[in-house]
């Protein structure tokens, strides 16, 4: 089965610009998240979503915002972007909340540039 | 405030020989944690896990170790295989998987043939 598609691959976007990056979970799957991962930083935690409903949060400011489709599709946006957003956005799904931690998949991630 | 910390950014080990990867964290109220791996340009993959209910669990080549008192976990890989060069992230959950996963910041092993 098709596993956890992210699009674009790649972004180059300029500073002040916003952003709206795409993931399609696995199919069955309802719960999505995302984080952003950093050059020498781990994984950090943006936002879950699960049945369209922000489910948890992570410590960013309000220029990151995220939503799910009744399809269970999710999207992010950047907006007003600036050079330390520059990262791998990696989204990651999973049957139910209960299920992550046990049941994450990850794909393969968005890299974003800003010039 | 990191609540979950690899404190080694990297490890070179032979070929055959066994790797241990190290993971400390802070908070007591994680009660399940996970191994991932990742190769560049992809996404990290699970790879084993280890409930706070036990202290060992065994998937192959990889085993994972849990000292709750010591708030340490550790992952061995016996034998290091080349294709298990990658990063290596420790991940946390508390409440039972029903709260987000808490990444430390991955260590880069590099298995040398």
């Known amino acids: 089965k098709a596993g956890v598609t992210q699009t674009p691959r790649y972004l180059i976007k300029t500073r002040g610009q916003q952003v709206t990056l795409s993931c399609s979970p696995i199919?069955?799957?309802?719960?999505v998240s995302w984080y952003q991962q950093t050059p020498g930083q781990g994984l950090q935690f943006l936002f879950e979503?699960?049945?369209?409903?922000?489910?948890n949060k992570g410590n960013f400011p309000g220029r990151f915002s995220g939503r799910q489709f009744s399809n269970s599709r999710s999207e992010m946006n950047v907006s007003t972007l600036e050079l330390g957003d520059s990262a791998l956005y990696l989204c990651?799904?999973?049957?139910?909340?209960?299920?992550?931690?046990?049941?994450?998949?990850f794909g393969s991630g968005t890299r974003l540039t800003v010039v | 405030d990191q609540q979950v910390k690899q404190n080694s950014p990297s490890l070179s080990v032979q070929e055959g020989r066994i790797s241990i990867l190290n993971c400390d964290y802070t908070?007591?109220?994680?009660?399940?944690f996970l191994w991932y791996k990742k190769y560049p340009a992809e996404g990290p993959t699970f790879l084993i896990s280890?409930?706070?209910?036990?202290d060992k669990n065994e998937d192959g080549r990889f085993t994972v170790f849990l000292n709750k008192s010591a708030k340490h976990l550790s992952l061995h890989i016996v034998p290091s295989q080349p294709g298990d060069s990658a990063v290596y992230f420790c991940?946390?959950?508390?409440?039972?998987?029903?709260?987000?996963?808490?990444f430390g910041k991955g260590t880069r092993l590099s298995v040398i043939a």
């Open positions: 199919s069955g799957h309802r719960s």
């Open positions: 991940a946390a959950s508390a409440g039972s998987g029903n709260t987000p996963l808490v």
């Open positions: 280890i409930s706070s209910i036990k």
């Open positions: 979503y699960f049945s369209e409903t922000q489910r």
């Open positions: 990651a799904s999973s049957l139910d909340p209960q299920g992550a931690g046990y049941g994450y998949t």
């Open positions: 908070n007591s109220m994680f009660d399940y």
